[in-house]
Every structure is written in C-alpha cells, then in structure tokens.
C-alpha cells in the first residue's frame, strides 16, 4: 500500500520537510490541517495545502498566514 507523505514547502518553494508519512486522511480545520496516518495518530498542523502530487504521493503544504484568511 502506498499512502501519501506531507512535505512543508519553504518559502522558495522546496520541499523541505517531511511532516507525515502513511496519510489516510487529511482533514481541513479553522486553524489549518488535521492529518490522520494509517495508525491513528493524528497531527494538526497551522498550514494549508498548495499542490498534491499524485504520481509520488505528495502532499505539498506551506504555513498558514491567518491574517491572510477569513475562516
């Protein structure tokens, strides 16, 4: 079974760094991302998702700005 990874994206645009790994489930909150791997463990993050690459099953996300969003 391949499940996704969620990589934070620097502000140059790099992947950067590895947050989750065997993601079954993310979930969009008011403060950002809930990321539920195959095990149960969850993870919330303050980010929002900016690509999903399937071919390599990637979840790119940046931090999320709150004075940018009205949620």
Do not use: W, Y
Not at 6 to 31: N, W, Y
């Amino acid at each position: 079974m391949c499940l996704a990874r969620v990589q934070m994206i620097s502000e140059e645009g790099d992947r950067q760094q590895e947050l989750a790994k065997d993601v079954a489930h993310i979930e969009r909150t008011p403060t950002g991302l809930r990321v539920t791997d195959l095990v149960g463990n969850v993870t919330e993050l303050r980010a929002e998702i900016r690509g999903i690459d399937f071919v390599d099953s990637v979840v790119a996300v940046e931090r999320r700005n709150d004075t940018t969003h009205g949620d």
